[in-house]
């Protein structure tokens, strides 16, 4: 089956095919248009009227929009939870939280565009403005450009089309060559949905094809990427004067102090570790466990990485599914090298299994030069000992990254120093760095992002600010 990319009014197939394949037997699954320059042109000029169309919709149109992709999706949950295993990374149980997830991130967009409000200004509270009064209102920032990764190809597509609609925007969607069925499956309830022709353009293929032309273009408003760091670093050097959401790499990590169930917070750290099959951005990479209980948790942590089954994605005892490529398998393989040659040793894992990769860790010193400075993307971790709360905030932010941390404690001040004092765009307390809800603000510092997705977030972020005043005549 070759899937169309939809420009303008148009569902376009092309002679230029490139195979999108199943992670984990290797077999081509589907082939994908790829586009040219000539086709991005079309989209951008297809997306000039969208942004006018778009506009023009009221936040009830909008949100009616949105609420029935909701509907037309809670009927069709199975099908694409089975999509998204047939080209990704996560197995048929995760696929299928995936699933609701969107539903709840595509409910909250269609509540929000309800409640994208403004707010009223005191004009009249500045000496010589008497006169005045006014507000300010978001308005829709216009065309956005979004171009989303391969982990979660249906509720991250959700998390930029959802926000990019109930803001009143036009949207340009460029979907992971990995995975792009969800994105295209998801365009198409869209328009099946009601939204209108021209509001939502998706182009596939490599961007060898077709250039920088979708990030650079001043028609662009705003770019919206989630991806790696070095990716994200050239599209902000790119994009000149617009707006840009950088949902970028992370190495996680939790603090776990010695006032906790062992067994409960290795459970935790361990799922947090194979979701995914470790290909997620807020997955721990990360662990610094108290001396007190260090031992304890190192030997449970081994256990139940042994017990994880690996295997067809498709099956429902599966545990952990495949990684995304066989590049992206020696890339984890190169990582695990390079940390045993600065003084990590492996003490679970570290073989490729067919297209997977085991559970694996590594123990090193909180300390070492290599700590936190590279994202392993893939269900690697590593373990390290600390004497005290003051040593495990230092390794946590001994990094270049600052997505999300997490700290398991039953102490409050422990809690309370911790959230503080760790560097990242969010903390979690007894909770790994992976807990995370669709409405919350969402994103990182440093190398980790630029900015805040989360529905209402990532509302405010395609929106402009725009100050109305009215200096009245009252005599």
Known sequence: MTLKMLIGENWIETKEKFSIQNAYSGRTVYYGSCASKKHVEDALLSAEKGKDISRELSPYMRS?????????????????????????????NESRKEVDRCINTLTLCAEEAKRNNGEMVSFNAFKGSENRTGYYVNSPIG????????????????HKLGPAVAAG????????????????????????????????????GPLSNFGNTLVTDNRVNMVSFTGGTKSGEAITKMAGIKKVAMELGSSSPVIVMNDIDVDEVTANCLGAITWAAGQNCVGVKRMYVHEDIYDAFKNKL???AKKINIGNPEEETTDMGPIISNYAIKEIEESIEELKTS?????????????????????????????????????????????????????????????????????????????ELIQCGGVMVNDTSDYRIDMMPFGGIKQSGIGREGVASAIKEMTATKIVCFNLNNK
Do not use: M, W
């Not at 992709?69 to 197995?91: D, Q, Y």
């Not at 499956?185 to 182009?203: R, T």
């Open 64 to 92: 009616e929009i949105l609420t029935k992709v909701v509907s037309l999706l809670s009927k069709r949950k199975e099908e694409f939870a089975k999509t998204i295993v047939s080209e990704g990374v996560k197995t048929i």
């Open 143 to 158: 065309i956005v450009t979004a171009i989303t990764p391969f982990n979660d190809p249906l509720n991250l597509v959700a």
């Open 169 to 204: 925007n036009a949207i340009i969607l460029k979907p992971s060559d990995f995975t792009p069925v969800s994105a295209i499956k998801l365009g198409e309830l869209f328009l099946e949905a009601g939204l209108p022709y021209h509001v939502l353009n998706i182009v596939t």
């Open 302 to 304: 081994i256990e139940c």
């Open 343 to 419: 003084g990590y040793t492996v003490i679970q894992g570290g073989n490729r299994i067919n297209n997977a990769f085991e559970p694996t860790i590594l123990e090193g010193d909180f300390d070492n030069p290599l700590n936190g400075k590279e994202e392993i993307f893939g269900p690697v971790a590593t373990l390290s000992k600390i004497k005290t709360l003051e040593e495990g905030i230092k390794a946590c932010n001994d990094s270049p990254y600052g997505l999300h941390a997490g700290i398991f404690t039953n102490n409050v001040n422990y809690a309370f120093k911790a959230t």
